[in-house]
């Protein structure tokens, strides 16, 4: 049986044993973040290549910390040389970016053989993102949206308007208002451009039919996360 408290002081030349048992944790709780990113995450589209750079990026960070070892002189010669490399992919996500710094923390973790830190920590991380992925935190949809409204100040009913926003959106703002030019009714004409986040996927079909039935309304447009949907 591998005795662990062997490893655990063994930094500066670790032998073969502690190093593929480095390569096996770091590769394992790799995974384990992998699966956690695979199941938590709500997009749709889940690139394999991240998946497997979470686990990758592991190996890599415990590669280079048992590399360094305790010499100061490694240490710096390893940021000199990573230095010369420019990452230029964009992440647009946060909460990619934390996925990727925790399989970093976990691979320094395994490197520098602080084996129950990398395991216990790797444990609370996947622990806390199942959590947050069923909390209020985690939007189960992105109902944020853009909804434009043409409103006569003479037979419209602003009131009315707001009515109808509150029943079927959570929160909503007013981002533009533009009043009209010319003569005649189109003088009195005012385009109001709403930021809403609706109460749930099936309130945007709803809103605009009971905005359509308002009188002195007139529903321009409504985008939903990139979604057109149909107006009179």
Not at 114 to 141: H, M, P, W
Not at 217 to 228: H, M, P, S
């Amino acid at each position: 049986m591998l005795d662990l408290s062997s490893l655990q002081y063994s930094s500066e030349y670790p032998g073969v044993m502690a190093i593929i048992f480095t390569v096996v944790c770091s590769v394992v709780l790799g995974v384990a973040v992998a699966f956690t990113y695979e199941k938590t995450s709500r997009d749709v589209d889940r690139p394999d290549n991240f998946l497997q750079a979470l686990i990758l990026v592991t190996v890599v960070a415990a590669t280079i910390m048992q590399a360094i070892g305790d010499s100061l002189a490694r240490g710096l010669g390893m940021i000199g040389a990573l230095s010369i490399i420019r990452f230029r992919t964009t992440v647009r996500d946060p909460r990619n970016i934390v996925f990727i710094f925790s399989a970093i923390a976990v691979g320094i973790a395994c490197g520098v053989m602080g084996y129950t830190v990398a395991i216990f920590g790797t444990i609370g991380f996947c622990l806390t993102a199942f959590l947050l992925r069923f909390s209020n935190f985690s939007e189960k949809q992105k109902l944020f949206g853009d909804l434009k409204l043409k409103f006569y100040k003479v037979d419209g009913n602003h009131k009315a308007l707001e009515e109808v926003l509150k029943i079927h959106c959570s929160d909503f703002a007013i981002r533009r208002k533009e009043f009209g030019t010319g003569t005649g009714k189109k003088s009195g004409l005012i385009t109001y451009t709403y930021r809403i986040k609706l109460k749930d996927s099936f309130a945007a079909q709803k809103l605009v039919d009971d905005l359509d039935d308002l009188y002195g309304i007139v529903v321009g447009d409504l985008v939903i996360e990139n979604k057109q949907f149909d107006t009179i």
